[in-house]
């Protein structure tokens, strides 16, 4: 099983968990990194992992995706899975109210976090050519109102919908579609996020299981998912959450 993963940001990112559960599953993986500043902290994970390659890829950049899916096409000419776990919102955006956003915010973080998903599955498609399956990474803030979350509610809200359709687009081509929706775990990408901190007490302390989950566990279920085993569930939001989702507030 071949797979590219979009995400990595250190070695605690909920992308490097996925990647770990994978390579144990005996997967060989492709894996990005954004800029050179991100370069030192995604390169040891990658040697770690012993990726077949490591290449540069920020989504708005259309000839980085081009050279990505380019390069994996000619090593490979196939690929089995996609892994997409990236978000992003303009800081002045994310931590304020959602009715203060600036429409220039909202653009880029649809762009980034939901519409990317749009773009690398339109370019993994042709190069699943016997099925394949593609997950995403979203939050119980899509669902309900979690505060400080802001921005982000109504972009993994999107997310979760656009999973459900492009499910529906690739299902003729036995192309499975998917969200994983974790329970809050401490990334890069969190620590942006005002009072996370808090948000991950009150998980702890109102989950059914009463602890947080990990980044490993998250990567358990995404390898699930992307397995055979998971041959018949297409367009689910899963959570991974220790039942945090099922409480009431």
Sequence with gaps: MRGLIVGIANEHS???GCAEA??????????TYLNDKALPFVAPVADRLEAAMLMPL??????QVDALFDRIEGEWGSLDFLIHSIAFAPK???????????AQGWSVAMDVS???LVRLARRA???MKDGGAILTMSFYGSE???????????????????VRYLAHDLGPDRIRVNALSAGPVKTRAASGLAHFDALMAEAAEHAPLGRLVTAEQVGEMAAFLL??????????TIYVDAGFNTVAP
């Design 14 to 16: 909920l992308a490097t």
């Design 22 to 31: 994978l390579k144990r599953s005996g997967a060989k993986l492709a894996l």
């Design 58 to 63: 920020d989504v708005t950049d259309p000839a």
């Design 92 to 102: 002045a955006d994310l931590q304020g109210r959602v009715l203060d956003t600036s």
């Design 114 to 116: 939901c519409h990317s």
């Design 125 to 127: 498609q042709p190069m």
């Design 144 to 162: 309900k109102v979690v505060p400080d979350y802001g921005l982000m509610g109504p972009v993994k809200a999107a997310l979760e919908a656009t």
């Design 227 to 236: 397995s055979d085993r998971a041959e018949f569930v297409t367009g689910q």
